[in-house]
T-cell receptor, first 115, second 111 residues
Framework: AQTVTQSQPEMSVQEAETVTLSCTYDTSESDYYLFWYKQPPSRQMILVIRQEAYKQQNATENRFSVNFQKAAKSFSLKISDSQLGDAAMYFCAYRSAEGFQKLVFGTGTRLLVSP | NAGVTQTPKFQVLKTGQSMTLQCAQDMNHNSMYWYRQDPGMGLRLIYYSASEGTTDKGEVPNGYNVSRLNKREFSLRLESAAPSQTSVYFC??????????FGEGSWLTVV
């Protein structure tokens, strides 16, 4: 079974600075998808960024980018120019590309942003 | 865009009562899911439906039943609620290979 590990329960960053959230995963599959979801206090699950494992190029969405290291099974999220609105829980998730495709989540990292 | 809609958003139950959480999606997705989220934890899969007419257990199915009423709707039923089922429940949907989209969550308290 696949597992996702987020080893940082909480991270802090100042406005306008850059922060990196870590995620590692364990799988024997070669084709899969990885995601970062943001969960603000409202509890809504918001997709931040998505990466297909077969793509070597790291995904980027505006201020959010990932460092995908397939051999190391690592998938970190970099947030540049941090804003107060970035404060939230961030969940890393894995989804197989084969068979039934459920999401497997990490336990989350709480990001605090200070002025 | 409605996306994934869950009802009710908030519910308080007494131990032993039953209730059904309703979920509907308007994105023509084949797969639907029910997750629960407990404090300090990620989301855990309760049940899923890979396609209309099929349902299967996830990681934590005990105490729950589901119905895939049609392609749009997937309901979650608690037959006899227990305090351990106090949680935030999320319905989600997707098509193969695509992103999973979530509803806004249903906050359930069992006293």
């Amino acid at each position: 079974a696949q597992t996702v590990t987020q080893s940082q329960p909480e991270m802090s960053v100042q406005e306008a600075e850059t922060v990196t959230l870590s995620c590692t995963y364990d799988t024997s599959e070669s084709d899969y998808y990885l995601f970062w979801y943001k969960q603000p206090p409202s509890r809504q699950m918001i997709l931040v960024i998505r990466q297909e494992a077969y793509k070597q190029q790291n995904a980027t969405e505006n201020r959010f980018s990932v460092n995908f290291q397939k051999a190391a099974k690592s998938f970190s999220l970099k947030i540049s120019d941090s804003q107060l609105g970035d404060a939230a829980m961030y969940f890393c998730a894995y989804r197989s590309a084969e068979g039934f495709q459920k999401l497997v989540f990490g336990t989350g990292t709480r990001l605090l942003v200070s002025p | 865009n409605a996306g994934v809609t869950q009802t009710p958003k908030f519910q308080v139950l007494k131990t032993g009562q039953s209730m059904t959480l309703q979920c509907a999606q308007d994105m023509n997705h084949n797969s639907m899911y029910w997750y629960r989220q407990d404090p300090g934890m990620g989301l855990r899969l309760i049940y899923y439906s890979a396609s209309e007419g099929t349902t299967d257990k996830g990681e934590v199915p005990n105490g729950y039943n589901v119905s895939r009423l049609n392609k749009r709707e997937f309901s979650l039923r608690l037959e006899s609620a227990a305090p351990s089922q106090t949680s935030v429940y999320f319905c989600a949907s997707s098509n193969r290979g695509n992103t999973i989209y979530f509803g806004e969550g249903s906050w359930l308290t069992v006293v």
